[in-house]
């Protein structure tokens, strides 16, 4: 059983700093895919940002380009958003996502429970 813990969102002022922690348990974490999405009210749940197996490639979106970082820390089996110069349309519950294994004939994504970020304005 795949487990995600998410942690680190609260609330911050326009321009501030964040860092989400994402704790996967279960199984083996650099067979995963990893990913942040984020889903404010009366939006869709979006790709954040995605990082493969090892680090080596990453996805970002365009409204957070040059703002986020997404990496992973495969020996602690955690993987980590950091969010500088923040504005309040980031503001949204952000979900850790495991998408694996690798090499599997099923791929199957796994969710965390959220974590709410508030940027005041």
């Known amino acids: 059983q795949v487990q995600l813990v998410e942690s680190g969102g609260g609330l911050v002022q326009v321009g501030g700093s964040l860092r989400l922690s994402c704790v996967v348990s279960?199984?083996?974490?650099?067979?995963?895919?990893m990913g942040w999405y984020r889903q404010a009210p009366g939006k869709e749940r979006d790709a954040v940002a995605t990082?493969?197996?090892?680090?080596?490639?990453?996805y970002y979106s365009d409204s957070v380009k040059g703002r986020f970082t997404i990496s992973r820390d495969n020996a602690r089996s955690t993987a980590y958003l950091q969010m500088n110069i923040l504005k309040p349309e980031d503001t949204a519950i952000y979900y850790c996502?495991?998408?694996?294994?690798?090499?599997?004939?099923?791929?199957?994504?796994?969710w965390g429970q959220g974590t709410q970020v508030t940027v005041s304005s």
């Open positions: 990082i493969d197996w090892s680090g080596g490639s990453t």
């Open positions: 279960g199984d083996t974490f650099s067979n995963y895919v």
């Open positions: 996502n495991a998408g694996g294994p690798r090499g599997a004939l099923m791929i199957s994504n796994y």
